[in-house]
């Protein structure tokens, strides 16, 4: 078994990363600076697209659950007015209260439909550019109805950078910058505390499973991998969630796997992944090292976001 970081300090990061979002969170609803902001603006968001903000957004949409942790994040939550189903799942995970009134979309991929945006008008839709990548053809018909789009990178991003250029964008537009500023100075703090109580580790080598056949894994290029690499871990699987082999699987032996729940039950997910040929003599299976991600863990894991999703990769890279 390779040694890595210690229970210890993987109980200790994650009570810190708690700790401090939750603080961020107050913060940025309690204590922020009033701000005066001056419209109309325009901005660049992150497909290029100039877009003219003609007065401070009253009322918010949200259509891809990383929008969702970074409009909240803000504190402004009770200006939202449409969000998708998924969005909706992760602030119920997280015990935030949705608006009663608030417009619920299922579908959001590749694009959400636009007869509910329309209905909601809300006066800034914030859309991820990964996962929405269709939307950009409706953004036309939504500025012709007075609805502003702005696109962030969310799942297309690859590291922290990405992140907080997201969190800027969006606070930006929202005319709340120095609560953005508030937001990515706190990720910083919990990327520091991690990086100080990892530099000295062994790195163990981690396998993430998005499912089982083929085998998808997150590769270390993704946002995924890059996270392995700051909580001490190490995906030895090149480029962004690639398809590989059991023998691939087998050779590269993860000390630790873990896995989206993609079964929709663990039980029949770690079955699956017991399944896969070969994998029995790898070190995670041998040392009991196989952990799958559901609920909150998945969505923060998944969804690029200020939400954090170190909790869950730090609590398993041990």
């Known amino acids: 078994m390779s040694s890595g970081i210690s229970k210890a300090t993987i109980v200790g990061a994650v009570l810190a990363i708690v700790v401090i979002v939750a603080v961020t969170y107050y913060l940025v609803q309690m204590a922020h600076k009033p701000q005066s902001p001056h419209y109309p603006l325009s901005i660049i968001d992150y497909l290029g697209r100039n877009v003219t903000i003609q007065s401070q957004p009253s009322t918010i ?26 969005s909706k799942q992760l602030l119920n995970y997280l015990g935030v209260t949705v608006p009663s009134n608030a417009t619920i979309i299922s579908s959001i991929y590749p694009t959400p439909p636009l007869e509910p945006i329309l209905l909601a008008h809300p006066s800034l839709i914030c859309a991820d ?15 012709d109805s007075g609805i502003a789009v702005i696109f962030i990178g969310g799942t297309d991003n690859t590291n922290v950078t990405g992140i907080y250029n997201d969190v800027m964008l969006v606070a930006k537009a929202l005319g709340v910058t120095s609560r953005g500023e508030l937001v990515v100075g706190r990720m ?7 990086r100080s109580h990892v530099t000295n580790a062994q790195p163990v ?14 590769g270390n290029s993704s946002f995924i991998g890059y996270y392995i690499t700051v909580a001490g871990g190490y995906d030895p699987f090149t480029g962004m969630y690639p398809t590989i082999t059991p023998t691939q699987l087998i050779i590269a032996n993860p000390d630790y796997i873990i896995a989206d729940d993609f079964m929709g039950n663990y039980s029949a997910t770690l079955q699956a992944i017991l399944s896969i040929p070969g994998i029995n003599t790898t070190n995670a299976v041998k040392e009991g090292h196989v952990y799958i991600l559901g609920n909150l863990a998945q969505s923060l894991v998944e969804e690029p976001g200020p939400g954090d999703p170190l909790e869950s990769t730090c609590r398993h890279a041990s």
């Open 188 to 194: 910083g703090d919990i990327l520091n505390y991690v």
């Open 129 to 143: 550019a990964g996962f929405n990548y269709q939307f950009v053809e409706d953004t036309g018909t939504l500025a």
């Open 61 to 86: 949409g949200i259509v891809s659950p990383d929008c969702a942790q970074i409009v909240y994040m803000l504190g402004l939550g009770n200006k939202v007015v449409l969000l998708d189903i998924y």
């Open 205 to 218: 080598t981690v396998a993430y499973l998005s499912w089982y056949n083929p085998i998808y894994v997150a």
